[in-house]
């Protein structure tokens, strides 16, 4: 053990350990490797913490503060854990059985990799895409998540007005807690040309769905996207274990649960109840009374639903339809035969069946197998504009999201949809930019390749 004592009068030791100033009559402790420190040192060491001290702005809007430290979908799905109730979190993030779906959907994307180019001129980056036959600023969809107001209180409507600010098509669930007449005016508040897309579950009692479809073309929605992987709910286990329901039953446990997130509870209590909103005063299950899903879904959705309902689809909606939950190449095939004008591949983000193709995979073989007549969509796992890209690279006219966003809503309510669809559409200019694409169309599959495995 080394001692020193400095000009400046002080006694250090340089091996991590306290050592007594005799001058002083005190103990001082040094890291590990210091020595005595002289008044020029000491002035330049000043001069150098002086150089590279900043502190960050006090932030003190507490959603400003939450954001300022997130990097991305992983941080804001930490926060939707931190800020919801139990159940409420699991209901979004859990999925079926033994979650192997949810999980492959992601390591899908993890699989594969760029074959980045060099030397492009990747100067001016256009990341302009087309859905539906129309331009869009990025090839990016917000899939339908129903009871949005579970995270939020303004549920539907915070996404619907972020989606309209950043010009992309929001899919409005049927199991939305905020009305289709409600949304459609939310979103065409920012933007005029806000893009609402409606999505269709299919129940037993038609002339419901007709009468939605009628509203929804009321109200300005460009297309149909009609779910076709829910002829029963899938069993998600997190969601069994807890009794979940809509609205949130109160019991003990609820209790416990509210009181350790006061915010949360807060609100819930404040806003009006919480309702399937589209289909109030109708006569079927509208949330008056807390209903657990797969009851629900088991007794109104039609298990009957067939490829000939497509064609029924087609006499009651002259827009363009999307089928979404294709799983297979030969699925695909008959879905672009039916003559609807998009797929969305889909497992319905690992909550329906488990043990299903991750949709990333599927990309490449379906748009083989059905040429580029119809648009083909990626749905499940996308967490990052990397994936974005991927998913284009392999055929895929746009991906699509649902937890993502749905993290957001509940971390940090509409100005976290608003960061996240901003983190998108940066991350796949940066990925655009290293891998030398310059426009969307540039993206092909000579840019992407199957990780190579160990064997
Ligand atoms: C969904 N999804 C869904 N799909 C649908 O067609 N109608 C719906 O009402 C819902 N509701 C819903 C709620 C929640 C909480 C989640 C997470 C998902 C499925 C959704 O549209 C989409 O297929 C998946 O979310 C895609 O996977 P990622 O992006 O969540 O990994």
Not at 89 to 110: K, P, Q
Not at 231 to 259: C, H, M, N, Q, S
Not at 385 to 411: C, E, N, P, T
Request: charged share 25%; with cysteine; hydrophobic share 45%.
């Amino acid at each position: 053990m080394m001692a020193h004592r400095s000009p400046v009068g002080l006694v250090f030791i340089g091996d991590g350990s306290f050592a007594a100033d005799t001058t002083n009559a005190t103990l001082r402790y040094l890291p590990p490797g210091v020595g005595s420190v002289d008044g020029t040192t000491l002035g330049r060491m000043l001069e150098t913490l002086r150089s590279v001290l900043q502190f960050r702005e006090i932030q003190l809007d507490p959603v400003e503060r939450r954001l300022a430290r997130t990097a991305n979908v992983d941080d804001l799905r930490a926060m939707a854990k931190r800020r919801l109730p139990g159940g409420v979190f699991d209901y979004i993030d859990g999925a079926a059985e033994d979650e192997r779906t949810l999980v492959r959907n992601s390591a899908g994307f993890a699989d594969i990799e760029f074959v980045p180019r060099v030397l492009r001129d990747v100067s001016a980056i256009d990341t302009t895409a087309t859905v539906l036959g129309r331009a869009t600023p990025l090839p990016l969809i917000l899939s339908p998540t129903g009871f949005g107001r579970i995270a939020d209180p303004q549920g539907e409507l915070a996404v619907a007005r972020a989606a309209g600010r950043a010009g992309l098509p929001y899919t409005l669930s049927t199991m939305s807690t905020r009305s289709i007449e409600e949304v459609a005016a939310a979103g065409s508040s920012v933007a005029e040309n806000a893009r609402h897309w409606f999505q269709v579950y299919v129940w037993k009692d038609r002339g419901l769905v007709r009468e939605l479809l009628d509203r929804a073309r009321a109200a300005g929605y460009e297309s149909i996207m009609i779910t076709v992987d829910t002829a029963v709910l899938g069993r998600r286990e997190r969601d069994v274990r807890r009794g979940f329901t809509l609205p949130p039953k109160i019991g003990l446990d609820t209790i416990v649960d509210g009181a350790i997130h006061p915010s949360w509870t807060w609100a819930f209590v404040r806003a009006d109840p919480i309702r399937f909103a589209n289909v109030v005063g109708s006569g079927t299950d509208d949330g008056s009374s807390a209903i657990d899903l797969a009851s629900h879904v088991n007794a109104q959705f039609d298990q009957a639903l067939s490829w000939a309902d497509i064609d029924w689809f087609r006499s009651i909606w002259d827009g363009p339809i999307v089928i979404k939950g294709i799983q297979c190449v030969d699925d695909a095939r008959l879905a672009a035969e039916s003559g609807v004008q998009a797929i969305a591949l889909s497992n319905h983000g690992g909550r329906q069946l488990d043990s299903a193709p991750s949709p990333i995979e599927l990309v490449a073989p379906v748009r083989d197998a059905i040429g580029d007549v119809v648009e083909l969509y990626c749905d499940g796992g996308v967490r990052r504009g990397s994936d974005i890209v991927k998913a284009v690279a392999l055929g895929a006219d746009a991906a699509m999201i649902g937890r993502a966003y749905f993290y957001a809503l509940g971390a940090a309510g509409e100005r976290g949809v608003d960061w996240v669809l901003d983190f998108l559409d940066a991350g796949v200019r940066q990925t655009m930019a290293l891998i030398g694409a310059k426009t969307i169309k540039d993206i092909g599959p000579d840019l992407v390749r199957l990780r190579h495995r160990a064997p």
